[in-house]
């Protein structure tokens, strides 16, 4: 792992007057970005060839003479052959000498390869770098240690498919959509074998992910992804933020809830089993008295990273739940940074984040004003690995 003595060099060549924000053009750039720009802010987002109009045409900023932001929010696009070229070392002293602060996101982390992450990006990260390895499922101290560890409660894993005695979902990656799922679900050993040969058949999932996949029991409620905010500046007010609360579309799975139980039973081959694939988001809140519970669940899992995975969390972090027929919450992933679906709440804010700062703060601007508030205090050092 790269030390944070080593970054803290780098940090000391900038012209904190003349910060970007950086991130991978994809996931929750957007939020980012917009956040940013409220804040003062230039922007700059890493392209690849091929997914780049979104960001350096549609939604490109334009800025008066004087500076002043009249549309978009992407000031400047730097678009790469494959996104894996930013660790080439000429690259990355170009986001030094343009003090890029970099924000992580969940693209970066998939299309970069873990290790040289920790070990060779020498740029900031704002964040906790350490952390990013927690979300990938199968490691050590994945974040199911990381919940076990905290006390948290999290769906029970079934070890052997024989086992199987009620719901499960069977957590694995797509064959052909590589970072995508190939989760499905099954009430029986039978239904299991069935539905994962059928499967394997459609080249959606490989017998190898499905000997390694994950079998959980699954929980059968409404499904509320947690958009909070830890704050380590914060010294007079609390430093754990719930700004918002959004949920998942999912394909090909919302198209088969929108069919008549009838018609689904018909269905036949590729069309009988729904994928997984997120492909957008929508905004929620919660009852009152379930927001104590959420709090509660930031606090045990905050506490924990910071014993196993110093310095801790810094700025965004998603708990993904379900809640149960008896308001309990169950925590089924977590994204240990920016979560996926806080574009919803983009220039508009989260309602959460809204009622605690009296403006519009999405995920993004709370990020941006983090970054603000540490550039004019000098405690930059504190919110970067």
Same mark, same amino acid.
């Given at each position: 792992?790269?030390?944070?003595?080593?970054?803290? @060099?780098?940090?000391?060549?900038?012209?904190?007057?003349?910060?970007?924000?950086?991130?991978?053009?994809?996931?929750?750039?957007?939020?980012?970005?917009?956040?940013?720009?409220?804040? #003062?802010?230039?922007?700059?987002?890493?392209?690849?060839? #091929?997914?780049?109009?979104?960001?350096?045409?549609?939604?490109?900023?334009?800025?008066?003479?004087?500076?002043?932001?009249?549309?978009?929010?992407?000031?400047?696009?730097?678009?790469?052959?494959?996104?894996?070229?930013?660790?080439?070392?000429?690259?990355?002293?170009?986001?030094?000498? @343009?003090?890029?602060?970099?924000?992580?996101?969940?693209?970066?982390? %998939?299309?970069?390869?873990?290790?040289?992450?920790?070990?060779?990006?020498?740029?900031?990260?704002?964040?906790?770098?350490?952390?990013?390895?927690? @979300?990938?499922?199968?490691?050590?101290?994945?974040?199911?240690?990381?919940?076990?560890?905290?006390?948290?409660?999290?769906?029970?894993?079934?070890?052997?498919?024989?086992?199987?005695?009620?719901?499960?979902?069977?957590?694995?990656?797509?064959?052909?959509?590589?970072?995508?799922?190939?989760?499905?679900?099954?009430?029986?050993?039978?239904?299991?074998?069935?539905?994962?040969?059928?499967?394997?058949?459609?080249?959606?999932?490989?017998?190898?992910?499905?000997?390694?996949?994950?079998?959980?029991?699954?929980?059968? #409620?409404?499904?509320?992804?947690?958009?909070?905010?830890? %704050?380590?500046?914060?010294?007079?007010? @609390?430093?754990?933020?719930?700004?918002?609360?959004?949920?998942?579309?999912?394909?090909?799975?919302?198209?088969?809830?929108?069919?008549?139980?009838?018609?689904?039973?018909?269905?036949?081959?590729?069309?009988?089993?729904?994928?997984?694939?997120?492909?957008? /988001?929508?905004?929620?809140?919660?009852?009152?008295?379930?927001?104590?519970?959420?709090?509660?669940?930031?606090?045990?899992?905050?506490?924990?990273?910071?014993? /196993?995975?110093?310095?801790?969390?810094?700025?965004?972090?998603?708990?993904?739940?379900?809640?149960?027929?008896?308001?309990?919450?169950?925590?089924?992933?977590?994204?240990?940074?920016?979560?996926?679906?806080?574009?919803?709440?983009?220039?508009?804010?989260?309602?959460?984040?809204?009622?605690?700062?009296?403006?519009?703060?999405?995920?993004?601007?709370?990020?941006?004003?983090?970054?603000?508030?540490?550039?004019?205090?000098?405690?930059?050092?504190?919110?970067?690995?």
């Amino acid at each position: 792992m790269i030390s944070r003595d080593r970054i803290f @060099e780098v940090v000391d060549r900038y012209d904190l007057k003349k910060v970007k924000i950086g991130m991978v053009a994809s996931h929750s750039a957007l939020d980012v970005c917009d956040g940013a720009v409220e804040e #003062g802010f230039r922007t700059l987002g890493i392209c690849q060839e #091929g997914r780049d109009k979104t960001y350096a045409r549609y939604l490109k900023a334009q800025r008066a003479a004087d500076g002043r932001l009249l549309r978009g929010v992407v000031d400047e696009c730097w678009t790469l052959e494959k996104f894996k070229e930013m660790m080439e070392p000429e690259f990355q002293e170009r986001l030094v000498k @343009e003090n890029v602060l970099f924000v992580p996101n969940r693209s970066f982390t %998939s299309y970069i390869d873990l290790k040289e992450i920790e070990d060779s990006f020498a740029v900031p990260l704002v964040g906790s770098r350490a952390l990013l390895r927690s @979300e990938e499922r199968g490691e050590e101290k994945d974040y199911y240690w990381l919940l076990q560890k905290a006390g948290l409660p999290f769906p029970k894993k079934i070890e052997d498919p024989q086992d199987i005695s009620g719901l499960v979902i069977i957590k694995l990656h797509h064959k052909v959509k590589k970072l995508e799922r190939g989760f499905f679900t099954a009430g029986s050993y039978k239904e299991f074998r069935e539905k994962s040969r059928n499967l394997i058949f459609h080249n959606v999932i490989t017998e190898e992910d499905l000997a390694s996949a994950r079998i959980e029991e699954y929980i059968i #409620g409404p499904v509320f992804n947690l958009d909070f905010f830890y %704050s380590p500046l914060e010294q007079r007010m @609390e430093r754990i933020e719930l700004l918002g609360v959004d949920w998942r579309f999912e394909t090909s799975l919302d198209g088969h809830v929108r069919l008549p139980a009838p018609q689904q039973i018909t269905l036949e081959g590729a069309q009988a089993t729904p994928e997984y694939t997120v492909c957008g /988001h929508n905004s929620a809140t919660m009852r009152e008295s379930l927001l104590e519970g959420a709090f509660a669940l930031a606090e045990k899992y905050i506490k924990a990273v910071e014993e /196993h995975y110093p310095p801790g969390i810094i700025g965004p972090f998603c708990l993904q739940t379900c809640v149960d027929k008896d308001l309990k919450f169950y925590i089924y992933d977590v994204a240990p940074r920016v979560g996926g679906g806080t574009n919803v709440h983009m220039w508009v804010g989260h309602p959460y984040g809204n009622t605690l700062w009296r403006t519009n703060v999405s995920t993004g601007r709370r990020l941006a004003m983090e970054i603000r508030r540490a550039v004019e205090t000098d405690e930059i050092k504190k919110i970067v690995t």
